[in-house]
């Protein structure tokens, strides 16, 4: 007996080590990735200094707290994939040898770990990275980087002082229990702060992501080139060349007269955006006939096709919240990897939530970036400042991280919660879940019908040629005759 029961032991140790290896291999390659995309974006300006060695000092030291911090939101975005798809490997391959390190303890250490970091991030890095970059260091102290600490820890240390007491303050309003919970901060206030830090983030989601998918489109679009019906790339091109050559003549002039010296650089700005415009346009025109006639509108019916199938798994899971309690979100204590697949469709249909999970992550981003209020966030190459960087950190973060509970609440996915992200309180309120789906189906329907009438009459008026009209015609009032005939002189 002695002699199983250590035999055990040390096979318990080597699952441990080997998972804590796991997880150190894929963060360490998370946070190499993140590090690439962080340096393709941040003003180098702010950490090549010469002039003050501390502030470049201080700037490198944000910028690794702002690549751990992205890192997370980068796992936070992958837990339910891989949860799902470990899931149907495991039992695509049962008895496989090689799939033994695959297991409900490593899935459900990766949650625990990602849950602990990214509450890590958003409570103590990044104000830590804000504060440690405005600070100066105490009035009469040496100033130094330690300076810099002292200053940065006394303000977080206030300021979590301040975000307790309104929770304290939160709870005492709800449950009117707060003197006997006061110094029960671990059992009490911490769930209440994370539920409402998840709720603010799924919340946000609900905005974002209505709003992301009918700006898909036109996203895509962009970034393809379009049927010789919807664009005329021949035209568009003579316009930027004649552009071009028309603010080369003025630079010209400009630079060899002294009057009007003070208006090269905004002529040279707006030449550089016409030439790099010209040059897209002439790599568009080389774009072969497949990529001009196949690949746009398959595009736009696989985004099409894509948006109508998350529409249609939330209003079935309308219905499943009416009639089946277990259609609620809720926690799991043991995975149990193997045993069943979370999809009526088996493997097939964990691919599809897999993608439409990667999508709707995609575009929460791109309703985020597109939205008036967070559009000054929007990074740019070479020339995003250390502020811009935390701020995009922290919205990337709190996305990431909602996005399990957000899969789950709307019923994309019936892989239940696992480790504390099953533990929020609002997630057994049926009232909040079943309204929270009704409101995403309705945004999401609404913004799409919307986003293809007016995309379909913006394209018809803009491959019929009525976009040159005068301001003064009202473009709404245009005969559909007018169109027909227009269109069939074109076309002839």
């Known amino acids: 007996m002695e002699v199983d029961d250590v035999s055990v032991r040390e096979q318990l140790f080597h699952n441990k080590v080997r998972e804590i290896f796991i997880c150190v291999l894929l963060f360490t390659c998370l946070y190499i990735l993140s590090y690439l995309i962080l340096t393709h974006f941040k003003k180098n300006a702010d950490y090549i200094t010469t002039d003050d060695i501390e502030d470049a000092t201080v700037n490198k030291i944000a910028l690794w707290l702002c690549t751990f911090t992205l890192s997370v939101a980068v796992c936070a975005v992958l837990l339910l994939p891989i949860s799902i798809l470990s899931n149907e490997v495991l039992l695509t391959f049962p008895h496989s040898y090689y799939m033994q390190w695959l297991n409900g303890s490593l899935i459900h250490g990766l949650w625990n770990l990602v849950f602990l970091f990214s509450n890590l991030s958003l409570v103590f890095l990044m104000p830590f990275a804000y504060f440690f970059t405005e600070s100066e260091g105490f009035v009469g102290c040496k100033k130094g980087v330690m300076a810099r600490v002292y200053e940065t820890a006394v ?235 935390i701020g995009n950190c922290v919205s990337l973060l709190v996305l990431s991280s909602a996005l399990p509970v957000f899969s789950r609440t709307l019923g994309i996915t019936r892989f239940d919660l696992l480790g504390d992200f099953g533990r929020y309180n609002w997630l057994g309120n049926f009232h909040i879940v079943f309204l929270y789906n009704i409101l995403f189906a309705g945004l999401t329907s609404a913004c799409l019908i919307n986003t293809l009438t007016w995309t379909v009459q913006r394209e018809l008026i803009r491959a019929f040629g009525l976009h040159n009209l005068p301001l003064t015609v009202s473009r709404t009032t245009i005969p559909l005759k007018l169109l027909l005939d227009n269109g069939l002189s074109k076309i002839q």
């Not at 995975?335 to 469709?345: K, N, V």
Request: charged share 15%; glycine share 6%.
């Open 155 to 389: 303000v977080l240390l206030l300021l979590t002082l301040l975000v307790l007491g309104m929770v304290w303050v939160g709870v005492a309003l709800l449950n009117n229990t707060a003197r006997e919970s006061l110094y029960d901060v671990w059992e009490c206030y911490l769930p209440y702060l994370y539920s409402a830090i998840s709720l603010f983030g799924v919340l946000l989601l609900l905005l974002c992501t209505p709003f992301g998918l009918s700006r898909m489109f036109s996203v895509t679009g962009s970034l393809l080139v379009k049927p010789g019906l919807l664009e005329n790339v021949e035209v568009e091109m003579n316009c930027a060349a004649f552009e071009e050559a028309s603010l080369s003549r003025k630079l010209n002039r400009g630079s060899t007269s002294c009057r009007i010296s003070v208006n090269v650089e905004p002529l040279r700005m707006q030449f550089l955006g016409i030439q790099a415009k010209r040059i897209a346009l002439q790599m568009r025109r080389r774009a072969s006939p497949w990529q001009r006639n196949l690949f746009y509108p398959l595009a736009m019916l696989l985004l099409l096709a894509l948006t109508v199938v998350c529409v249609l798994m939330v209003c079935f899971h309308v219905l499943e919240l009416l009639f089946d309690e277990t259609a609620m979100p809720r926690g799991m204590g043991d995975p149990r990897l193997g045993t069943t697949s979370f999809s009526m469709f088996g493997s097939l249909g964990a691919a599809v939530q897999v993608i439409l999970i990667m999508y709707l992550m995609v575009s929460s981003v791109v309703g985020f970036y597109s939205s008036p209020l967070f559009a000054f966030l929007l990074p740019h190459t070479q020339d995003t400042n250390l502020t811009q960087i």
